[in-house]
């Protein structure tokens, strides 16, 4: 069983910066596929990124590459997500999730962390 924990969410105004941070709980995920997942209030989550273990990376959309980054440090067993030039709308809970194998479909991640809130005011 795979347990992670996501920190760093929090209240941005748009056009700034938060960073997530992703670290599992009892069991390495250093050969896994991390992603990040959103959900709005009243709408399905939503695949933002993914980065493979080998450190490839799977954006849902150019919108968003050019703004996040993710990135994975093995060692220390943690992802990140850094979101610049934030917008009201990307406004959600974000969750961490993994899997043995890539998707860009959010609901074939198996593990999940519990979520935190990003909020972004105009």
């Known amino acids: 069983q795979v347990q992670l924990v996501e920190s760093g969410g929090g209240l941005a105004q748009a056009g700034g910066s938060l960073r997530l941070s992703c670290a599992p709980a009892?069991?390495?995920?250093?050969?896994?596929?991390v992603a990040w997942v959103r959900q709005s209030p009243g709408r399905e989550r939503e695949f933002v990124v993914a980065?493979?273990?080998?450190?490839?990376?799977?954006y849902a959309e150019e919108s968003v590459k050019d703004r996040f980054t993710i990135s994975r440090d093995n060692a220390r067993a943690t992802v990140a997500l850094q979101m610049n030039g934030l917008k009201p709308e990307d406004t959600a809970v974000y969750y961490c999730?993994?899997?043995?194998?890539?998707?860009?479909?959010?609901?074939?991640?198996?593990?999940w962390g519990q979520g935190t809130q990003v909020t972004v005011s105009s």
């Open positions: 999730a993994a899997d043995q194998v890539a998707s860009r479909v959010a609901t074939r991640y198996s593990y």
């Open positions: 980065i493979t273990w080998g450190g490839s990376t799977m």
């Open positions: 009892g069991r390495s995920f250093s050969t896994w596929t």
